[in-house]
C-alpha cells in the first residue's frame, strides 16, 4: 500500500468493524477476494475454479476416484460426477478401472488436460503474486506453513499439508 493511501485511510472517518479481530473472518474474506480474482483469470481460459481444483488435484499422479476428489475438495458427489464428465468430454481426465477394486475408477490427466492445468496454474499463480504483493515473500511462506499446520488435521488422511 502507497503511503498516500495509507494516510488517506488513517484520515478517513472509521468505525470499529469487531470481526476484523476474528482471524476466521479474515481467512474467509480472504479467501473469497482471491478466489474470485482467479476465477475472472480462469474465466478467459474457459475455466472455473472448481474445475481447475480437480485438475491440479490430479496434476501430483496420486490415484484418486471421483469419491476421493469429492471429499478433499468438498464438492458434492453429484457435482464431481458432472464436472468429472465434462472433464473426459473436453479430452482433459479419463477414469480407468481401479486394479485394486473394479467397481472404482481412478482419474487420470491426459496430455491435454497437463497442458490445460500448466496455463491455469500460471494464471493462478499471477492472481495469488499480484494478491499477496504488499506481503513480503517469506511472511508468504510462513503463511502457507501457518496454514499448512492448522489444516493438517482437518484433511482427510491422504493429503499431507507439508513438503
Not at 484520515?11 to 478466489?35: C, M, S
Not at 482467479?38 to 472448481?50: C, K, N, V
Not at 490445460?116 to 495469488?128: L, P, S
Request: charged share 30%; aromatic share 6%.
Amino acid at each position: 500500500m502507497s503511503r498516500s493511501s495509507a494516510s488517506a485511510r488513517q484520515g478517513a472517518a472509521t468505525f470499529d468493524f469487531p470481526l476484523v479481530r476474528r482471524t476466521g473472518y479474515l481467512l474467509h474474506k480472504a479467501g473469497i477476494l482471491l478466489l474470485h480474482e482467479a476465477d475472472q483469470a480462469l474465466e478467459a481460459q474457459g475455466l472455473r475454479m472448481r474445475y481447475y481444483f480437480v485438475l491440479a488435484a490430479l496434476e501430483g499422479g496420486h490415484a484418486l476416484s471421483q469419491q476421493d476428489l469429492s471429499r478433499l475438495l468438498n464438492l458434492d458427489p453429484t457435482t464431481m460426477v458432472a464436472l468429472v464428465d465434462e472433464m473426459e468430454d473436453n479430452g482433459h481426465v479419463e477414469r480407468r478401472r481401479n486394479p485394486a477394486d473394479r467397481r472404482r475408477y481412478i482419474l487420470h490427466l491426459t496430455n491435454e488436460g497437463r497442458r490445460v492445468v500448466a496455463t491455469a496454474a500460471e494464471a493462478v499463480d499471477r492472481v495469488e503474486r499480484a494478491f499477496l504483493a504488499s506481503v513480503p515473500e517469506e511472511d508468504q511462506e510462513r503463511l502457507r506453513e501457518i496454514l499448512g499446520g492448522v489444516l493438517a488435521d482437518h484433511w482427510p488422511r491422504v493429503v499431507a499439508c507439508e513438503e
